[in-house]
């Protein structure tokens, strides 16, 4: 089968089962910053992370795109550092490094020989709280992120698309404002917005210090102790309470027109309930049931658009499921030659419906079951995606003993639960409809 | 002191972090060889198979069949259907990934140890007795063309393919991997039974494998997986044309951000300046923040968010090629930056510094590839598909810390050619001198 990856909607964390507990090992610095050790001894190799609390949906109004801004300016240089000076020290020891940003979290990590782990530490140390900039390195990184959003948004529809309904699906929480910001406000980012972010949210209290690879945990916390343990807490740290999406009452629906659109496509969004700490069950049914509707071949719209009814070239189905606040649930439907959008959406809304009365198969049931079970075997071949995974659930509001619990969560969830979960998510009120189309043709 | 701590640190570095990397060498009964890595620890294995050929092996007017066989692999083999295949697949919990290269057709095949005799069945029909219903090819076909719509709207596909049809004349290089809408439509199901027999032979296989699995059964393993292929294949295309002007030309696409492409001659793998090259390359623009374009084109002046240089080294091409994507106000000073740096290297070569903190970042990044079965198994095909011997890992470091400064920078003199540094730049680019085409 062909993977139409353009048309996916978004990158959610695929939400792997955890390793087995044993090789796992976590502890917090005086200070307040968490730690996550990872052991892996096949490779002299090692995974340094530092993870902060905080990513776009914690910006103030008006300075979009502000948090993905500062993760460049990180690289800018501090008091001890010069500008880039980060970056080439860590390939001056055979490492690579990089960061990203997302809504509820910005990572730096990188990746080098077991024996430098000290170095990394006391660079991320020292750019956690001594950031020093100058007016023209600022202005530059600015014109660098948004030739980022050139890239990544603006020459690309499907972008320009997701953003608008992302923007329609949230009313009130900041997951509808983009990540790398909207681009009036970025244009407008200079260096005591970035400062501002930086000051209230980078503290050792406020960040999570993951090490996965070649080392042993007293190794790290000896380590860890000597550079992140002499900053002191951030007393100030705010609390982190989000404006909160209000209840959706009434269905949205939006049509984008761009004359670069050569394959249109419909897309359906709901809002949904996360993985909260201590309470996942539902967010395993929601998990299973994006399986079942749209996740391989043999799922529900896969088996009934593409293989039974041929409206279809592509379906699939997505669950946000690992994110601090309630998330989305969409389903994404491109048409086959001569299938309209009205038609492919009406083919979706018959199948959910078909769905919700004759239930799940069980036979399918079993066979997602397996492969998140043997996602468990092939997710401990890469200890990077093991440490992105301790990463995202921490900023999003998730112990590591919620981690450890998912599999078994996973694997207990039954045809009753996902029913359930499926009835009580798909109310058409509660969602958003967006076609992708080319420009109109006029005669 | 310093000293002595510099050169620990390049001897502990030169190691592979995988001290187990341990390629045994195997002859299967029926003539197959591998190499395999044993890896006990996670109970699964990660296979990967090629083939040499790949889309090279269309003709002009059947371009995309190979593609379009490949896609159909696991559409349906032996007893089963599309959707039967799926659910067999998916209830051992067993991954095959079937893709096509320019120059090879590379299954990635994922099993765990539990079911491997059953998942391996499942992997030999589709590559032995894959069915090619009408059904499933007409549900491919529609996939394959909704995606070749959508690459003649994206200025990256339009790039791409314009740069490989002006350099490479009439070899299947100049024309694109998966096809055309014409070709692809055109297609019937005794083209894609022929691309099958032509493209998946015993004579151009190469295998690795990564895992929970010794020397004996994996002998077995691929006797049964491959044992019935046919003997040869379609014959290999020739030695393909690299033509390049020098100039800068223009594909007029309404977007707001112009995507260049720009390459020159590049280097084949076993001449004797290779891992000269390679240094250079990673100095210019070989992917790292403190390559010159980046610092330039980036750090410097804000111009793009990447700027890469790389070689590309075909079995019958071997350019030097960069990519850049600058709003349709700068672009066309970033491909003068591009250019003056292009020529500032030729004629001025690199410094000791640069050459040091290259091979300490080469050398260093070297063992961190191997961080699991897959990546492993990836790297011992791609060795042997290359023609390097079994103890290439060993050695490969070295082969980067014995180039010299003098070397680099005749390397830098000789092979660097502003004069046939051609552009293909895709957008409304303002202010850019261009070739007329």
């Known amino acids: 089968m062909l993977r139409l990856t353009a048309f996916v909607l978004a990158l959610y964390a695929l939400a792997f089962p955890a390793l087995a507990r044993d090789n796992v090992t976590s502890f917090s610095l005086d200070n307040g910053m968490d730690v996550v050790v990872i052991e892996d001894h096949r490779a002299s190799v090692v995974v340094h992370m530092v993870w902060y609390r905080a990513g776009s949906a914690d910006e103030p109004p008006g300075s979009s795109g502000v948090a993905h801004f500062l993760e460049h300016l990180l ?78 948004v603006e020459n690309d529809p499907s972008a320009l698309f997701r953003e608008q309904k992302n923007a329609a699906q949230y009313l009130n929480h900041r997951y509808g404002v983009p990540i790398i910001g909207w681009r009036h406000e970025m244009e407008a980012l200079d260096q005591a917005k970035a400062r501002a972010f930086y000051d209230r949210y980078y503290s050792p209290n406020n960040a999570i210090l993951i090490v996965a690879g070649d080392v042993q945990p007293d190794e790290v916390r000896a380590l860890a102790e000597k550079h992140y343990g002499p900053i002191p807490a951030n007393p100030d740290l705010p609390e982190r309470a989000r404006p909160q999406e209000p209840p959706q009452m009434a269905e949205r629906r939006m049509v984008f027109r761009d ?173 958003v409809t967006g076609y992708l189309m080319g420009e109109e043709v006029t005669q | 002191m310093m000293r002595f701590v510099w050169a620990t640190l390049l001897l502990v570095l030169a190691l592979p972090a995988r001290a187990d990397v341990e390629i045994q060498e195997i002859t299967t009964p029926g003539g197959i060889n591998a190499w395999l890595v044993e890896e006990r620890s996670i109970p699964f294995t990660a296979l990967e198979i090629r083939f040499r050929g790949g889309a090279s092996l269309d003709s002009a007017d059947k371009q995309g069949a190979t593609g379009l066989m490949v896609s159909l692999l696991e559409e349906g083999a032996g007893d089963l259907d599309a959707r039967a295949f799926a659910r067999e697949t998916e209830s051992l919990a067993a991954s095959f990934n079937y893709r096509l290269a320019s120059d090879a057709v590379r299954i990635s095949a994922r099993f765990l140890s539990e079911n491997r005799d059953q998942a391996v069945q499942l992997l030999r029909d589709s590559l032995i007795r894959p069915r090619f219903d009408d059904d499933a090819i007409e549900r491919v076909r529609a996939q394959l063309l909704s995606s070749l719509r959508s690459d003649l709207k994206d200025p990256r596909a339009i790039a791409a393919k314009r740069f490989a049809a002006m350099v490479h004349g009439n070899h299947p290089y100049a024309r694109p991997q998966d096809g055309t809408i014409e070709t692809v439509t055109a297609l019937t ?249």
Do not use: C
């Open chain 2, 189 to 437: 199901r005794d083209d894609i039974v022929a691309a099958h027999q032509g493209a998946l032979a015993r004579d151009r296989v190469y295998v690795g494998a990564v895992g929970d699995i010794g020397p004996d059964e994996l002998s077995a393993l691929l006797d049964d997986l491959l044992g019935e292929l046919p003997e040869t294949g379609a014959p290999l295309p020739g030695p393909a044309p690299v033509s390049l002007d020098g100039g800068t030309h223009v594909v007029t696409f309404d977007t707001p951000q112009s995507v260049a492409v720009f390459g020159q001659p590049g280097i084949n793998r076993d001449d004797p300046d290779f891992f000269a090259l390679f240094v250079l390359d990673h100095i210019l623009g070989g992917g790292s923040f403190e390559s010159r374009l980046m610092q330039e084109v980036r750090e410097k002046r804000g111009l793009t968010y990447g700027v890469y240089s790389y070689l590309v080294d075909k079995d019958q091409a071997q350019l030097w090629q960069g990519s850049v994507a600058s709003a349709n106000d700068r672009v066309a000073q970033a491909v003068q930056v591009i250019r003056d740096e292009w020529k500032k290297l030729r004629d001025g070569g690199v410094t000791a510094e640069e050459l040091q903190d290259a091979k300490t970042y080469l050398t260093g990044a070297y063992p961190l590839r191997f961080d699991g079965n897959g990546p492993i198994a990836n790297i011992i095909v791609a060795m042997q598909m290359e023609g390097l011997p079994v103890d290439y890992i060993a050695t490969r470091n070295d082969k980067v810390n014995d180039v010299t400064l003098e070397q680099v920078n005749r390397v830098a003199a000789e092979r660097l050619d502003p004069d046939r540094l051609t552009f293909v730049v895709v957008g409304q680019p303002e202010g850019l001198d261009q070739t007329a085409d």
């Open chain 1, 259 to 431: 004359a670069r659109v050569a394959q249109p496509y419909v897309s359906r969004s709901y809002l949904a309930p996360e993985r909260d700490s201590g309470a996942q069950e539902r967010a395993a049914a929601l998990e299973t049931l994006s399986e079942i509707l749209g996740g391989g071949a043999t799922s529900v719209l896969n088996e009934t658009l593409q293989f039974d009814q041929k409206v279809a070239v592509f379906t699939g189905a997505y669950y946000g499921g690992t994110s601090l606040d309630d998330t989305d649930f969409s389903f994404i439907v491109v048409p086959a030659p001569g299938v309209t959008l009205e038609q492919a959406e009406a083919a979706l809304d018959e199948t959910l419906a078909t769905f919700l009365e004759t239930g799940v198969d069980s036979e399918q049931l079993e066979r997602i079951k397996m492969q998140m079970r043997a996602s468990q075997v092939y997710g401990r071949d890469s200890v990077e995606s093991l440490a992105n995974r301790y990463g995202r659930a921490l900023t999003q509001g998730l112990t590591i003993e919620d981690v450890h619990d998912w599999p078994d969560i996973l694997q207990s969830v039954t045809a009753k639960d996902v029913m359930a979960a499926a009835r009580d998510l798909l109310d058409r009120r509660r969602s």
């Open chain 1, 75 to 152: 690289f800018r240089g501090t008091e001890n550092l010069a500008p880039g000076e980060f970056s080439s020290t860590v390939a001056r020891n055979g490492g690579s490094d990089n960061a990203f940003t997302s809504y509820d979290y910005t990572a730096y990590y990188q990746r080098v020989a077991a024996d430098r782990l000290g170095l990394m530490m006391q660079m991320e140390a020292d750019r956690m709280v001594n950031l020093k900039l100058t007016e023209s390195d600022v202005s530059t990184e600015r014109e660098v992120i948004i030739e980022e959003r050139n890239q990544r």
